[in-house]
């Protein structure tokens, strides 16, 4: 099990959170630990992020934040290194992205190329999804025992590695068992931000940075497909993973100097042992040392804690269950949308097009959703006594969910009108899908908070099973059902959903008080 967080978050010892973090500190269940655990590992310094007013610590030995104000502590850092970071970091996330999809609209040739079915060089976008399967039950928990930058660093080298037997690979298994690995490795990224993010930021701008965070795992992949189509037919179906290797280097050169270490639980031992050289008092340690974690602790507690999450926490099983359906979606859409306009006699270039309409309704919901955070949330959070409510965030979710159906219905029966109906259908497809995920991956983050690294691991895992057979099927699908009822049956099922974050907004409260990993806010 997990060490249970006190309902007033302290770092070390026992001390008094400043009264700007105490307004807003989230508590925790009582119940979280069971009676036959009985070595508990702090699963960070500080729960909450914050700093403390005074160190009132029983033990002196042990180190601490130095007060509110200590410029060690995250939240504390200059805005424009903060800016920097959140930059640099969803950028990754975004080449990411960009990198599962850019293969797509070169599959046809390379599946000539190689004089194998079309159904075979599928794979190869499948499989990078597939990938993001099999590494965040590795990298994220792994981050929250041995810090954000180490995994985030093997993760990003990983994914840029894999680049290159992808383009040299001179047969159909080398690309395909590379492009898997590209996503295992590039999934550690995804899995590891939200993480950093939630140290850095109270919640007010914490929306905003998660926000930057969620468009750019999907706007990476919509621009990708433009991309990929005049990469393929312009230079070589190559250049789609050169292409990813330098923008995946570029990002790690600018990282070299933006990304840092946020985890409280390292930056206190860090400073510990600076401390022990500076006073020569070598009793000076912080508390997460006085916790020795073995190999058993890592593969029982924190390998299967996302498991454990996703088995035992309804909030969690259902948003993923929403979100992989809007991931799916736009996944599909890259076989959709290049298909309607190529019936209107498009070539294969110019019917990717209309992508931008997507990543401009991409960028509307982002934007909305900031103004949202800045404006409407930020106000109940200053004239509220106490934490802040998870359900705040997911009002944009619900204007989402219910525009979306009538979205991809309008693009389904549009066929036989002027081009610019589908173009217009595609821009509100692109809003209301993020609209959904944006406020979403907020809300699991506001959810889970110090465990949110495992929570959207294994929202990440789930999420990408399912969506990673969607390229699969995609082609037989449009084509036996054509554009029109294949979108359809996409627009029904996302009526299905609508009633989910309904039903969060109103009942959350109480679904939470039942969870053993969630923040309580009663």
Not at 207 to 220: D, E, H, K, W
Not at 221 to 246: E, H, K, N
Not at 328 to 357: E, N, V
Not at 418 to 432: D, K, P
Request: aromatic content about 14%; charged content about 15%.
């Amino acid at each position: 099990m997990d060490t249970p967080v006190s309902t007033t978050p302290t770092i070390a010892g026992s001390r008094t959170p400043s009264a700007f973090f105490t307004s807003r500190a989230p508590t925790i269940n009582e119940d979280f630990e069971s009676a036959d655990d009985p070595k508990p590992i702090p699963d960070l310094e500080n729960g909450s992020g914050s700093c403390p007013d005074e160190k009132q610590g029983v033990d002196d030995n042990i180190v601490e934040w130095d007060g509110p104000n200590d410029p060690e502590c995250p939240r504390n850092w200059r805005m424009p290194k903060k800016v920097l970071m959140v930059l640099t970091t969803s950028g990754m996330i975004l080449s990411v992205s960009f990198g599962s999809s850019v293969f797509a609209p070169a599959e046809k040739v390379a599946a000539a190329q190689f004089g194998v079915p079309l159904i075979v060089m599928q794979l190869t976008v499948a499989l990078w999804i597939l990938g993001f399967f099999a590494g965040p039950v590795f990298f994220g928990p792994l981050s929250e025992i041995f810090g954000h930058v180490v995994p985030f660093w093997l993760s990003t080298a990983g994914m840029a590695v894999f680049q290159l037997p992808i383009a040299l690979g001179g047969n159909v298994r080398t690309i395909l068992i590379c492009r898997f690995f590209a996503g295992v490795f590039g999934s550690g990224v995804m899995a590891i931000v939200s993480g950093m993010y939630f140290e850095l930021y109270e919640s007010t701008s914490r929306g905003v940075a998660l926000g930057l965070s969620a468009i750019c795992i999907n706007l990476g992949a919509t621009i990708a497909p433009v991309a990929g189509a005049y990469l393929t037919y312009d230079a070589s179906w190559r250049w789609t993973a050169w292409t990813t290797l330098i923008i995946t280097g570029a990002l790690s050169f600018v990282g070299i100097f933006t990304v840092h270490e946020t985890s409280s639980r390292m930056i206190l031992r860090h400073k510990a042992s600076r401390l022990r050289f500076e006073t020569r008092n070598w009793a000076l340690h912080s508390q997460s040392e006085e916790t020795r974690i073995d190999f058993h602790d890592i593969t029982h507690r924190y390998l299967t804690k996302p498991v454990r999450m996703f088995v035992t926490e309804p909030i969690l099983v259902i948003i993923t269950l929403y979100l992989t359906l809007v991931y799916g979606t736009l996944y599909l859409s890259f076989q959709a949308f290049p298909l309607a306009f190529q019936q209107r006699g498009w070539l294969p270039t110019t019917s990717s097009l209309p992508f931008i309409a997507v990543i401009l309704g991409i960028l509307t919901a982002w934007t909305a959703c900031s103004i949202f955070s800045l404006t409407w949330y930020k106000e109940r959070a200053l004239h509220t006594k106490g934490p802040t409510v998870p359900e705040w965030r997911l009002p944009p979710m619900m204007l989402g969910a219910i525009l979306l159906p009538p979205s991809l219905f309008w693009f389904a029966w549009s066929g036989n009108v002027h081009w610019i109906s589908q173009v217009l259908a595609m821009y509100f497809i692109g809003l209301n899908l993020m609209l959904i995920f944006i406020s979403g991956i907020a809300y699991i983050v506001d959810v889970y908070q110090i465990h949110a690294n495992s929570a959207m691991s294994i929202h990440i895992i789930v999420r990408s099973l399912i969506s990673s057979s969607f390229p699969l099927f995609a082609t037989i699908m449009y084509d036996n059902l054509g554009v029109d009822w294949a979108s359809s049956i996409l627009a029904f099922l996302c009526i299905i959903m609508v009633p989910a974050p309904i039903m969060f907004y109103r009942f959350g409260h109480r679904i939470r008080s039942w969870s053993r990993f969630s923040f309580s806010t009663v």
